[in-house]
């Protein structure tokens, strides 16, 4: 929300969604693991496949423990930018 604010817009709507994103967490890893996992080993090897399996793991656990989540912000740009250092 700050990002926005500091390039000049300001949020008229804002949406918490990070009870779905826990539940599309795990069917995203049910689809690499079940749906995904040979065609990505076959390209480019199992330890790809490994770490893909593991990062996507590191979401899910963050999402189930409340920890990552995601929301909607939608703003309405109403002045220039303010300067900022990222």
Same mark, same amino acid.
């Given at each position: 929300? @700050? ?13 918490? #969604? ?10 995203? @890893? ?12 076959? @390209? ?28 909607? #912000? ?13």
């Amino acid at each position: 929300m @700050q990002l926005l604010k500091k390039t000049g817009f300001k949020v008229t709507e804002k949406e918490d #969604l990070s009870e779905d994103f826990a539940r599309h967490c795990h069917i995203y @890893q049910e689809i690499l693991r079940n749906k995904l996992k040979d065609g990505i080993v076959k @390209q480019y090897g199992i330890e790809m496949f490994e770490k893909a399996d593991d990062g996507l793991g590191m979401w899910v656990r963050a999402a189930d423990e409340g920890k990552a989540g995601r929301g909607r #912000l939608i703003g309405r740009k109403t002045s220039r930018p303010t300067q900022f250092s990222v």
